[in-house]
């Protein structure tokens, strides 16, 4: 299991909504029937708030089939399923696309399909009309991140709408950054920060991974995703944006 597998099983099955949303609030030992019911009023709000942006960017546009990329426990896909036909839910973690599966059960949702992140890479071309991905890509390597980028392009069906979140500036110092990839990537260095900083939890660290802006969007002009709308994103010391985008073949300005 490669080691991002194993991070992410792991805050799955130790932390999967504090993972999700990093609060005190939804630390397992914090997570009151009204912090959790808090947990799934943000995800309906983002859900509401895009769908207002979307259909500015796209008026009369509806979502039918949709491909949820790192659907966590099921914050965002819950509301998506309840607004579509049906939801692909895509997770790296097992344990994650387990609690998913139960939220989803416990609401009486039966148009989610859940797969992992290997069995998304094998989906036929223009499968879905809506793609989504937020604050997840930020945790993948670039590499990996870009090529998951490539593959939600071309689920994608013409006329489709996508939203894809990326994080591009990283403002800590160069001392926090690099602190922050000796855990991500030494054996044993973060178990050590934990045992300095008398931390109990032994939470594995997420990477932040900034992208480079002008790769991003040659791979959405290369996949005639021509008409683009950007708003900017803030999560503490990281810069953001989510690129709302429609997939329709046109000539060059």
């Not at 939600?152 to 800590?172: P, T, W």
């Amino acid at each position: 299991m490669r080691s991002q597998e194993k991070t992410w099983d792991k805050l799955g099955r130790l932390a999967p909504y504090y993972s999700v949303l990093v609060a005190e609030e939804f630390k397992p030992e914090n997570l009151t029937t009204e912090n959790l019911a808090a947990f799934f009023a943000s995800g309906r709000g983002h859900v509401t708030r895009l769908m207002e942006i979307v259909h500015e960017f796209r008026p009369g546009y509806m979502p039918r089939t949709v491909l949820d990329f790192g659907c966590g426990v099921g914050r965002v896909t819950i509301p998506l399923a309840e607004a579509s036909d049906r939801v692909i839910a895509v997770d790296i973690s097992e344990p994650m696309l387990e609690q998913a599966r139960e939220n989803c059960r416990s609401r009486n949702l039966a148009n989610v399909e859940f797969m992992t992140s290997g069995e998304f890479l094998q989906l036929p071309e223009a499968c879905v009309n809506f793609v989504h991905s937020y604050i997840v890509l930020q945790h993948i390597p670039k590499r990996e991140g870009y090529a998951l980028i490539g593959k939600l392009i071309s689920v994608l069906q013409e006329g489709g709408v996508g939203a894809i979140h990326v994080s591009f500036h990283d403002q800590r110092s160069s001392v926090r950054r690099l602190l922050s990839w000796t855990k991500s990537h030494v054996p044993g260095a973060a178990r050590m920060h934990s045992l300095l900083r008398r931390d109990g939890a032994n939470y594995p660290p997420m990477q932040m991974n900034a992208y480079r802006l002008d790769t991003v969007f040659q791979m959405l002009y290369e996949g005639d995703c021509h008409r683009v709308l950007t708003h900017f994103s803030r999560h503490g010391p990281h810069l953001g944006l989510l690129l709302i985008f429609e997939k329709t073949p046109q000539e060059s300005f």
